[in-house]
C-alpha cells in the first residue's frame, strides 16, 4: 500500500514557476514509477509526465515539455514536479501517481495508487 500526498500547488500569474512535490509513504516506494496527471472540469485526466522507478528516464506531454521537469528522491520518498514558464492552460488539479509496471506510464490505468490532488491555477 502506497499513500501519495501532493503540495505545492497555488495561484501563480502567467511566465511564472510553482514545484509541487509528491511525497510518498511506505518502504517501497523505489519500485514504483510515478507519473504527474492534470485535470479540468469536464475533461478526462491529462499525462503531464512520468519519470522511472531508478529516476533515469523520464517522459513528457508536448504541451509541457521544455518547461516541467520530473524528480524523484527515493531516500526520502518524494516526487517533485518543476514547472516553469506556465500558461493559462496549465491550470488543473495536479495528481501525482504511482505504477508498478513501467509501460506504458502515459496511460492513468496502469497507475496503482494516487493523491488527492492540488490546485494549480495560472493567471493571465
Known amino acids: 500500500q502506497v499513500q501519495l500526498v501532493e503540495s505545492g500547488g497555488g495561484l501563480v500569474e502567467t511566465g511564472g514557476s510553482l514545484r509541487l512535490s509528491c511525497a510518498a509513504s511506505?518502504?517501497?516506494?523505489?519500485?514504483?514509477?510515478m507519473g504527474w496527471f492534470r485535470q479540468t472540469p469536464g475533461k478526462e485526466r491529462e499525462f503531464v509526465g512520468s519519470?522511472?522507478?531508478?529516476?533515469?528516464?523520464?517522459d513528457y506531454a508536448d504541451s509541457v515539455k521544455g518547461r516541467f521537469t520530473i524528480s524523484r528522491d527515493n531516500a526520502k520518498n518524494t516526487v517533485s514536479l518543476q514547472m516553469n514558464a506556465l500558461k493559462p492552460e496549465d491550470t488543473a488539479v495536479y495528481y501525482c501517481?504511482?505504477?508498478?509496471?513501467?509501460?506504458?506510464?502515459?496511460?492513468?490505468?496502469?497507475?496503482?495508487?494516487w493523491g488527492q490532488g492540488t490546485q494549480v491555477t495560472v493567471s493571465s
Open positions: 519519470i522511472i522507478n531508478s529516476g533515469a528516464r523520464t
Open positions: 511506505g518502504r517501497t516506494f523505489s519500485r514504483y514509477a
Open positions: 501517481a504511482a505504477a508498478l509496471s513501467s509501460y506504458p506510464l502515459r496511460v492513468s490505468r496502469v497507475y496503482d495508487y
